[in-house]
């Protein structure tokens, strides 16, 4: 029987130096392993064959197998070593590898492995594979039949050939192992499995589906063989539908005309251009004419060789297909199912110190073509896995994931430059996609909608204070039509909205400080209620937008703490309005105009008349511009009503208000200094939701609240400069944004409007 310890690659080159030198790397380890194990010196008089003669009596004397102990702690494990099972005998009646004379478990041949074939040899009278395996598999699994099981899943993923478990794995006397019949540390893991055979179609080639001896075996050239084949059908396909459209008894004809080749009726001339024909595309080369137009003469299928059942497409057992990608005469092929006989048993010593290696015996003959190496081995399966988790999974693509850094890695680790050379089924970027849509979906099983907003917001609930991402999750009327989300990082919140109003807006600044408090644990103080002076602890100011919802939002609501005064004297002590907006806006529009400076002197102006001059000013400054001198005055001259100017000039501030303002201005200018860098931090990131993809016609409102204190400075350095904690929450926002203190619009007009309507 030959016998080969590194046995030659399914798909690859079988170097003879390369086998040469393992072979004799192979012979020495063997040699080692009879030194230490005390196994006895076999007779070796031809180095190709290993052919054991010696008889098992004692294996057939031996009552049975089944394992009665019902202690299911496994042997301590001591150190890993690489071990050939040179001891094993196969005689004239087999090697009993486990059970008794009726049920027992019978090898002729023995073959050893580094790792587990996708394909092992198989034979009606057995094959032993020895599988010397780098590391224990049941190393720190805990001896529960649900674990145990999942070894045994992981490590039959690798095989290609589809497979179902009869029984749950179970500890067994396994005979191959036993030195007496009273050898308690031969006891295995054992669990038996069925090849469940292939799909194909119901005009599939009779030989794909009949047992073969070259199945038992595969080689890399029966794949070939089958790629050669699989041209027919396609040709075959284009014939019958071109039948289809012809008179009943008609054959299609294939002809030239004006170097353009046409497949269709064969009455069709230029001057009976009604009937059908059909171009073939110049540009699909792998076409063959000639092959072509022999099929469509008479009795051409029957010249080449070609008949109705000669389709060869064929899949893996566990794929939803229902048809073939070829048209049959009966129409488009029916995927049906072909069952296998064989057997697979595997077995995981206990004593790994000791017997290093599993077992696998494969039993019975395969009654169909082995199925594509499709299926993907469960260690690289993980590998990819975590290459994905580290990515953005709701944005993630094939492209992305090949590019990433992550990605790179795992070719390094495997010495590869090709996903498609760690193993075949990744050569196509779907079998990728459909590994990004699985831990997609497992992670995210609600999508991205308001429900998946949901389902994340009862995880967090379940976090300590401290790692909770989604704080708030508020709707605003019984139909759950608008709502509130509130996201919490290191130094920002985050509040994503599709009500915009008043109401909504005191909501908000509501929950934010609530949950600031909570955060804190004692509630949120203000310090002009508490006296105003530097010894008070409490937030000093807040920015918001030119809005005439923001701003009345935060007086409601600071009327709710205390009610001594109206929202608009209680915004007198913390409103500062953001000039990013107006700044701009008017750059964006006026990136050239002798205006700007102009612009920029308003927010340094220290009382409302200066503030009204620098606007006249500016407007008397546009008139040299008669294009721009309308836009410009429609800007500026609005302005000039008390509610806004008194707001924007210095006066308006005394004492602690006042050195707040100056500081919140150094801030809002280092924003808008670094605008492009902000918005790269935000979506660096990754704070994204598309919490309302069913309603996409609503308005989305986003918003950072910034509670301007003492260290509001450094706060908004690190967030440009990307050193804020970020949020494993991979979302996306879609709508309009608007960011409080970083907002994109100024309605300057309108917060005047609402102030003046509410006095």
Known sequence: MARSFFPPPLFGPHDPEIVADAQATASAVLELDRILYDFPPRDRSNSQTSVYQDCHDEYQSSDGDSCQDSEENTTSLGPTSTISLDQVDVSRDGTIVSGSSRDAVIAYEVQDHLMLPEYPDTDENGVLHIIHASKNPLQNVESSSREINEIFTQLMSSVQFSTKHLKSAKKIYTKLLQKDPKDKESRSWHRSYQCTGIQHCHQ?????????????RVKPSLFLELQSQAAKPVYSSIRQEIEQRTREGQK??????????????????????????????NSSARVDIGFLKLLCEKDGMRAIGYNTRDCHFVLHRAAKRQHCDSVHADGIGRITKTECPVRIDLYIPCSWDRFPFYIVVSRGSHSHFPPLPTKLPYQIGQEIAAAIHAQDILGLTARKLMVSPTFAKILHQHGDSALRYIHKSLHIEDKVTALIHKQRLLYYPQGTSLAGVWREYQFDLTKNNDE?????????????????????????????????????????????????????RKPVQWAYQLGGDDSCDGIRTVTVDMCKKQAPGLGDYLVGLDPRWTWSEHLQHVLILCQTHVKRAFR????????????????????????????????????????????????????????????????AFQGLAKQIRENADSIKALQFADNATSKTAVKTKDLRFDVHRNTQDATMATGIIQANSQATDNTVKEFIKGKTGGHRGTHQVIGQKIRFGLGDKCNIEELATAVENTK
């Not at 005309?257 to 009937?275: A, K």
């Not at 612009?599 to 500016?618: F, P, Y």
Request: hydrophobic share 40%; glycine share 2%.
């Open 468 to 520: 909770q991402w989604i704080r708030e999750v508020f709707f605003f009327d019984e139909q759950r039509e608008h709502y509130l989300i509130i996201c919490w990082l290191n130094t920002y919140v985050y509040a994503f909205m599709n009500l915009e109003t008043r109401a909504a807006y005191r909501v908000l600044f509501e929950k934010i400080f609530k949950t600031l408090g909570d955060v804190g």
């Open 252 to 281: 299609p004809r294939v002809w030239i005309r004006n170097g353009t080749t046409f497949i269709g009726c064969p009455n069709h001339s230029p001057e009976q251009t009604w009937h059908y024909a059909q171009a073939v595309s």
């Open 588 to 651: 964006k529009k006026f990136p050239d105009h002798e205006a700007t400076a102009a612009i920029d002197l308003i927010w340094s102006a220290n009382s409302k008349a200066e503030v009204i001059q620098i606007m006249d000013d500016v407007a008397e400054l546009s008139d040299r511009f008669a294009r721009q001198l309308i836009a410009i005055r429609a800007r500026l001259l609005p302005k000039k009503d008390s509610a806004i100017t008194t707001k924007i000039s210095k006066s």
């Open 204 to 216: 599939v080639h009779p030989s794909l589906i009949t047992p073969s001896p070259r199945y038992n």
